[in-house]
């Protein structure tokens, strides 16, 4: 059984970036668990104390994943901020935190026509300074996203079709 974390980068009920995590955990195979980080409910990172129990069960989540997944949106021309605290608190201890050895599945989203690159590029770069194992594939952004939805719910079948062999290659590597 392989277990998944997936890691969203938006907050907002309505992203188009969440819409796409729930459709992508709706599709892995049989024998793949997934479950889903509360990146919401985590404070300001601040190294003058351990974020307390919110922090707690994002680190022991990293540490009992085979795998993480980010699906976030672009913001800024890069990663949104909530998403960078969450990554900044399971960052420690520098080089030895829960991320050390970790292989990671980045895919990004955004309204304009990137897809997010920017932001891909740029999560891409603070994984490995974590020691953690971005996954090697070809990159997963998703542009226009938001006019991929239907009531809520990422629908695009070309855009799920292309990132099925990533996630199985993902899969194999997490196995």
């Known amino acids: 059984m392989t ?83 969450a990554i900044d608190w399971a960052s420690r201890p520098g080089y030895n935190s829960v991320f050390k050895g970790k292989p990671c599945l980045i895919v990004t989203t955004s309204a304009g026509a990137l897809g997010g690159v920017r932001a891909q590029g740029h999560l891409r770069q603070i994984l490995a300074a974590m020691l953690a194992e971005p996954f090697t594939w070809q990159e997963i952004v998703v542009p226009f996203a938001p006019k991929k939805l239907t009531d809520g719910t990422f629908t695009d079948a070309e855009t799920l079709a292309f990132i099925d062999p990533a996630m199985t290659a993902f899969l194999a590597r997490c196995g």
Do not use: C, W
């Open 3 to 85: 277990k998944l974390l997936f890691v969203p980068g938006s907050l907002r009920a309505g992203a188009s970036s969440t819409a796409l995590l729930h459709a992508m955990i709706a599709r892995l195979p049989g024998g793949t668990t997934a479950e889903t980080a509360d990146i919401a409910a985590l404070p300001h990172y601040n190294a003058d104390h351990d974020g307390g129990p919110e922090t707690a069960r994002l680190l022991a989540q990293v540490k009992a994943a085979d795998g993480v997944v980010f699906v976030t949106p672009e913001y800024n021309y890069s990663v949104p901020g909530v998403l960078k605290n």
